[in-house]
């Protein structure tokens, strides 16, 4: 039976995708903060005899070698990392705080690049292994008040860029997925300027739910892709605009942030 990790498990696409997973007869095991939330998570999994709780701050770099050795030793070894832990923010480019910056950087390009270097001489050792990070399509192009979330997913990018031209010939799988706004609770932990959560104060935030996105993100992970676009019509016009029609992409962009 392979193991597979959920990094950011407790809810949005981690806790959806933890029900995929669950359900393919894979051993899962879970990783947020909240210990409580992911209990009760692993409670309504389809084989919650075959899940493992493990909480942790996954933006604690100093602990993260810890973790990681945690992980391995209480699942027996894991084959394959989905790392869909996420900060996004909503604040003036302009007034946002270096704090602030350092927190999105910390969770959205800091952990999936250290852990996947802890995880990858491991899975090789065992064999095989599969490392999958979560981006966004906020990477492909800068938006007003995400700039610093956009600038981490873009750094992200690039990095797992690298990972797989440095192990695509090897037995271990590199891939993003990319996915477009999902119907979930981000903007309610998302950063203000300060660095602190918007919580009440976030907008409502509309988009494919975590459930149709985690399908298709577990069916691309069954594939040898790089890159996987999990977006609505309407983002993949946003992309083709952005690419072909920078001029026009640009005008609707300010439009869009009343920046015009
Ligand atoms: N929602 C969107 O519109 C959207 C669009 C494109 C890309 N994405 C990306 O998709 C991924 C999932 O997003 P989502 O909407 O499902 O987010 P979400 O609903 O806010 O869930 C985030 C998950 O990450 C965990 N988490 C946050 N900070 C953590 C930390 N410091 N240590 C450990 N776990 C932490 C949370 O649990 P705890 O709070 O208990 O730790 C939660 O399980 C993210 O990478 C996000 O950037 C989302």
């Known amino acids: 039976m392979e193991t597979v990790w959920i990094a950011g498990a407790s809810r949005g696409l981690g806790a959806a995708l933890a029900h995929v997973v ?8 879970l990783t947020a903060r909240n210990a409580s939330d992911l209990e009760a998570l ?15 701050d996954l933006a604690a770099s100093e602990a993260l070698s810890e973790l990681i050795d945690r992980v391995w030793n209480e699942s027996g070894g894991i084959q394959r990392a989905f790392f869909c832990a996420g900060l996004a923010q909503w604040s003036n480019p302009l007034t946002t705080t270096p704090g602030a910056e350092e927190q999105l950087m910390a969770l959205n390009y800091r952990f999936p690049v250290q852990a996947a270097k802890l995880l990858a001489e491991r899975m090789l050792d065992h064999g095989n292994g599969q490392l999958v990070a979560v ?5 492909e192009f800068g938006q007003p008040e995400s700039a610093a979330y956009g600038a981490s997913k873009a750094a992200l990018e690039r990095h797992w860029e690298a990972f797989y031209a440095a192990w695509a010939h090897r037995r271990l799988r590199v891939q993003l997925m990319q996915p477009g706004v999902i119907q979930t609770t981000i903007m309610a932990s998302a950063l203000d ?3 602190a959560a918007l919580g009440q104060n976030a907008k409502s935030h509309t988009g494919q739910s975590p ?11 069954q594939t040898h892709r790089f890159k996987t676009y999990l977006i609505s019509p309407t983002e993949r016009l946003a992309l083709l605009l952005h690419r072909w029609m920078p001029t026009l ?12």
Do not use: D, K
């Open 193 to 195: 300027e300060s660095g």
């Open 211 to 221: 459930e149709a996105v985690a399908q298709r993100l577990w069916a691309a992970a």
């Open 249 to 260: 992409f640009y005008t609707l962009l300010r439009q869009r942030h009343g920046t015009a």
């Open 22 to 29: 669950s359900a393919s007869g894979c051993r899962v095991v």
């Open 135 to 139: 981006g966004s399509i906020a990477a």
């Open 42 to 56: 692993r409670t309504t999994l389809p084989h919650p005899e075959n899940a493992v709780v493990v909480p942790a």
